[in-house]
């Protein structure tokens, strides 16, 4: 039986081979006049075994990618391999093996962890704002941090005891008197921000509709989660950070397409010279 942690190098192994297999397939196409007509003639099959076979039937391309690639396939099957043939290292499976009993002893149990994924989306941020502002780089560097640190607690609470409930109150004794004052004041501001990137991407009569639209979006969804007060706790959580994360992704695609032209209106007809205007017959 496939254990768990093996799934994860097996998937590593085979997200790995394919990637190598493309990659030879592309690098031996460019080689050798184009990818479409490598693929299109009569040595279609010869560029699709090449990579396969290890260079065996046919030609891999660029050698130092691919067997970078396939060596990386192969360290994370064999990895799979031990990890289940050990069966993750589990008390239980390695007693019977021995034909032992196990001793009856508890393992803290892991919580789920949305930090992970909060430092993708940090990763994300740090990558798309190289390419277009400096003030998304700063952001997204800045959450890296935060999420280190906040992943760093999360792992050293889990392990304290065996029960998570206790482990969790542990670890929000700790972060809760900072994540609440500083994590409030930090997405008011990145949601001011994006909404203001939001208003001055569109027109200005656009903006007085956008202004108006998240008003009563904003209102309508305050007014339906308090009429409903039995709702799950999770459920307004989720709702609440879909709403952000919309926002902010809005207010990212705003940045990246830039302020509109604001049109710059001469003097009015009229209007008194100012200092600086010379009146006729005056010399400067």
Not at 44 to 73: C, E, N, R, W
Request: charged share 10%; net charge negative.
């Amino acid at each position: 039986m496939i254990t768990t942690g093996s799934k994860l190098f097996f998937a590593l192994a085979g997200a790995a081979f394919l990637a190598a297999v493309v990659y030879g397939v592309i690098t031996n196409g460019i080689d050798h006049g184009g990818i479409v007509s490598v693929l299109s003639g009569d040595g279609a099959v010869d560029a699709l075994l090449g990579p396969i076979t290890f260079g065996y039937k046919g030609g891999v391309g660029d050698h130092v990618g691919y067997a970078i690639l396939m060596g990386f396939a192969g360290a994370s099957f064999g990895l799979g391999f031990a990890t289940s043939a050990f069966r993750d290292a589990d008390a239980e499976a390695l007693a019977q093996l021995d034909g032992v009993e196990a001793a009856a002893t508890a393992v803290p149990t892991t919580a789920l962890n949305a930090w992970p994924f909060v430092g993708a989306l940090a990763a994300m941020a740090v990558v798309v704002g190289l390419a277009t502002s400096s003030v998304l780089f700063i952001i997204g560097c800045s959450a890296l941090v935060v999420v280190a640190v906040e992943w760093t607690i999360s792992s050293w609470a889990e392990n304290r005891t065996v029960d998570q409930t206790a482990n969790r109150l542990i670890r929000n004794r700790i972060m809760l008197p900072i994540e609440v004052p500083v994590g409030a004041v930090l997405l008011a501001v990145a949601l001011v921000y994006c909404i203001s990137r939001i208003l001055l991407a569109v027109s200005e009569a656009g903006a007085v509709w956008v202004a108006l639209v998240l008003a009563a979006l904003i209102m309508g969804v305050a007014v339906l989660l308090n009429s409903r007060p039995q709702m799950k706790r999770s459920l307004v959580v989720g709702v609440l950070v879909v709403g952000a994360v919309v926002v902010l992704a809005v207010g990212i695609v705003g940045a990246v397409i830039g302020p509109r032209s604001v049109e710059r209106h001469g003097p009015l007809e009229g209007a008194a010279p100012s200092a600086t205007t010379s009146a006729p017959g005056q010399e400067g």
